[in-house]
């Protein structure tokens, strides 16, 4: 599905659990934007087939969820593509550190068991490395794309901001689900208050036109202003 043009939103991936996006760069090659669960790699490299499979040389994950970084080990062996995530999330992303989850009692048990059924039942392998590394406010130049370091969600969870046509791509730093927007899932956020600072950080960016999310369908039309109010409405 293409969101607006050079952005791809990478299709036949299970209707409402996550997305992974494709972003052709005016330098020819194409960046893919997170790697959905272990079973979405096969979907992610039949999609970008079509596009040309050789293109593909750069992956940017937005943070290390398993739901996010699922297929990733499986699509960088076959097209040896560059993988970049923030520093901070680099062992994450390469199974070297568990992922923090909340701090209920119902998120203490909820990471083991998350981590177990992975690896166990889904065969989610991890990457062995991580190629680069970016900070806040990283340039990632082939793309475009300003870094834009939203953690609560997970430390080292970034955005995407490409500045010219006002793209935002938010990761899990919100979500919009059935066309409202919402915080992410406390269960799976150590620091909301965190979270909820990255949110209204998200909408301090300039001419916001198009958001896409982890979570939920894009926004083409009134980006800025829902985003905006959205904020507006957290608690401090």
């Not at 999609?47 to 994950?61: A, K, P, S, T, Y």
């Not at 297929?71 to 593509?81: H, I, K, R, W």
């Not at 794309?145 to 997970?154: D, E, I, L, R, T």
């Not at 198009?210 to 369908?217: A, C, K, P």
């Amino acid at each position: 599905m293409l969101v607006v043009p050079g952005l791809h939103l990478v299709d036949g991936m299970e209707k409402g659990v996550v997305n992974a996006y494709v972003w052709e760069r005016p330098d020819g090659g194409l960046t893919l934007i997170d790697a959905g669960m272990p079973k979405d790699a096969a979907k992610i490299l039949a999609f970008v087939q079509r596009l040309g499979l050789n293109r593909l040389d750069r992956i940017i994950v937005t943070h290390g969820d398993v739901d996010h970084v699922g297929g990733l080990a499986e699509v960088q062996a076959a097209t040896a593509a560059r993988v970049i995530c923030h520093a901070v999330e680099k062992e994450v992303v390469e199974g070297r550190k568990p992922r923090e989850m909340g701090r209920s009692p119902m998120a203490r048990v909820y990471g083991p068991l998350v981590n177990a059924v992975s690896r166990t039942v889904l065969g989610y392998r991890p990457l062995a490395q991580v190629h680069e590394l970016v900070l806040d406010k990283t340039f990632l130049a082939p793309e475009g794309f300003q870094v834009v370091h939203v953690p609560g969600h997970s430390p080292g969870q970034i955005a995407l901001f490409e500045p010219k046509r006002g793209i935002l791509i938010v990761g899990d730093a919100l979500n919009n689900r059935d066309d409202r927007l919402g915080e992410p899932p406390r269960i799976a956020t150590p620091l909301p208050d965190v979270a909820r600072a990255s949110i209204r950080k998200l909408a301090q960016l300039p001419n916001v036109q198009v958001i896409v999310f982890g979570h939920g369908v894009p926004i083409t039309e009134n980006a800025a202003q829902r985003l905006s109010a959205f904020a507006g409405s957290l608690p401090q």
